[in-house]
């Protein structure tokens, strides 16, 4: 009794782990070798906090100087000129958020006075930028 004997197929599979490997090798290349971009703008002295900087999106900013100077949105302005500056975006942005860049050295007072304009405005989100807090690491040896 003869058998038909049936060819035998290798079903060759791709293994994909090597190449999930070198994908997670170089994510984490060019996240360690990117370059952070210094966002343009009037240079002030942010005080330091521990929580990380949230995403933002169209926001309104207000900075406040060490001399006293108030810019928005980078265009100087004088106190009056930043309530009616706000009172108009507050109309035509509902959802936007004020970040108040203020000078560490700046009194408190100024921008407890900029955030009553501001939700006098009609300006409920508010936020005062800081600088994240500087970790001293041990080296690795």
Do not use: C, W
């Amino acid at each position: 009794m003869k058998f038909k004997r049936r060819p035998v197929r290798d079903t060759g599979r791709f293994d994909i782990t090597p190449l999930v490997d070198v994908v997670f090798l170089l994510l984490i290349f060019f996240m360690l070798s990117s370059s952070f971009i210094l966002q343009p703008g009037i240079p002030v002295d942010l005080p330091q906090a521990n929580e990380t900087p949230q995403h933002q999106e169209e926001n309104l900013v207000v900075t406040l100087t060490r001399e006293h100077q108030l810019f928005f949105n980078n265009e100087r302005v004088t106190f009056e000129g930043l309530q009616r500056r706000l009172r108009s975006m507050a109309r035509k942005n509902k959802d936007g958020m004020l970040i108040i860049k203020a000078d560490a050295n700046t009194r408190h007072g100024r921008v407890v006075d900029i955030m009553n304009s501001a939700r006098q405005a009609g300006i409920e989100r508010m936020a005062i930028a800081t600088q994240p807090e500087k970790k001293n690491y041990l080296p690795v040896e």
